[in-house]
């Protein structure tokens, strides 16, 4: 079992920055594939990043690739989202979520943290 807990979200203009937290329970974090996902309102739930168990390997959706860093830190159990020249449609609450080594999928989700970017 994994709790998530993402921080980080807040208002910010447009070109700025910011960075998501993700902080998990539990002492099997490593064991984990992370990624993050967005929810803009009125929208499906979409995917933005993944990272996988030992930070070797990161996916971007493409809307963000170039934009967006996802990275962990084992030893502190928490995954990061560094978010740059952000948008007015990267608004959305954020979610990170774990998938196991088992290959289910992505079967832990955190609370969501609200980012909004005024143009």
């Known amino acids: 079992q994994v709790q998530l807990v993402e921080s980080g979200g807040g208002l910010v203009q447009a070109g700025g920055s910011l960075r998501l937290s993700c902080a998990a329970s539990?002492?099997?974090?490593?064991?984990?594939?992370m990624g993050w996902f967005r929810q803009a309102p009125g929208k499906e739930r979409e995917f933005v990043a993944s990272?996988?168990?030992?930070?070797?390997?990161?996916t971007y959706a493409d809307s963000v690739k170039g934009r967006f860093t996802i990275s962990r830190d084992n030893a502190k159990n928490t995954v990061y989202l560094q978010m740059n020249s952000l948008k007015p449609e990267d608004t959305a609450v954020y979610y990170c979520?774990?998938?196991?080594?088992?290959?289910?999928?992505?079967?832990?989700w955190g609370q969501g943290t609200q980012v909004t970017v005024s143009s």
């Open positions: 979520a774990a998938a196991p080594a088992s290959g289910v999928g992505y079967n832990y």
């Open positions: 539990g002492r099997t974090f490593s064991s984990y594939a």
């Open positions: 990272i996988s168990r030992s930070g070797g390997s990161t």
